[in-house]
T-cell receptor
Framework: KQEVTQIPAALSVPEGENLVLNCSFT??????LQWFRQDPGKGLTSLLL?????REQTSGRLNASLDKSSGRSTLYIAASQPGDSATYLC???????????FGEGTQLTVNP | NAGVTQTPKFRILKIGQSMTLQCTQD?????MYWYRQDPGMGLKLIYY???????DKGEVPNGYNVSRSTTEDFPLRLELAAPSQTSVYFC?????????FGQGTRLTVV
């Protein structure tokens, strides 16, 4: 059974800092990995999707990497801003239409 | 482009009552899902569907039922509400492995 773990559970940083969120998964036979953002009381917004054949994806100040063989992904946020404060969730899928298995999330607070 | 739409946004139920959480998507996606999220936890899959007329159980299906008569709609039914079903419910659809989520339904059972 696939299990996804995110470390740390919570993170508080000053504005402007670069930071890394970690995600690990137990079964390396994944189809893709997604990073989501969730604001309080809201739904999930997809940030980055990495296919199993890819090593990384970038969108603006966000960069996600994938090391499938070691079962790890990182989300790098450059020059953090207070607007980045949210919960970040990673999820893996095993086929193109299969369910996502989620980690419990990292709650990020960026202080002005 | 509406994406995935869930109704209602909030609901309070008494123990033993029934209700249907509505979910509709306008992206013509075959795959649809229902998840629940408990405080401080990740999302757990309740039911999913790979197309109209086909549904299957996820990790936590007990106490729920679904139907998928059209590609667009995937309602979730609670027959006898219990306090353990207090949660936030998310509907999602996917295409080529990319998932799109609704805004959620916050359900409280008292």
């Amino acid at each position: 059974k696939q299990e996804v773990t995110q470390i740390p559970a919570a993170l508080s940083v000053p504005e402007g800092e670069n930071l890394v969120l970690n995600c690990s998964f137990t079964d390396s036979a994944i189809y893709n990995l997604q990073w989501f953002r969730q604001d309080p009381g809201k739904g999930l917004t997809s940030l980055l999707l990495i296919q199993s054949s890819q090593r990384e994806q970038t969108s603006g100040r966000l960069n996600a990497s994938l090391d499938k063989s070691s079962g790890r992904s990182t989300l790098y946020i450059a020059a953090s801003q207070p607007g980045d404060s949210a919960t970040y969730l990673c999820a893996v899928s095993e086929t193109s239409g299969s369910r996502l298995t989620f980690g419990e999330g990292t709650q990020l607070t960026v202080n002005p | 482009n509406a994406g995935v739409t869930q109704t209602p946004k909030f609901r309070i139920l008494k123990i033993g009552q029934s209700m249907t959480l509505q979910c509709t998507q306008d992206m013509n996606h075959n795959y649809m899902y229902w998840y629940r999220q408990d405080p401080g936890m990740g999302l757990k899959l309740i039911y999913y569907s790979v197309g109209a007329g086909i549904t299957d159980k996820g990790e936590v299906p007990n106490g729920y039922n679904v139907s998928r008569s059209t590609t667009e709609d995937f309602p979730l039914r609670l027959e006898l509400a219990a306090p353990s079903q207090t949660s936030v419910y998310f509907c999602a659809s996917s295409y080529s492995g990319r998932a799109f989520f609704g805004q959620g339904t916050r359900l409280t059972v008292v």
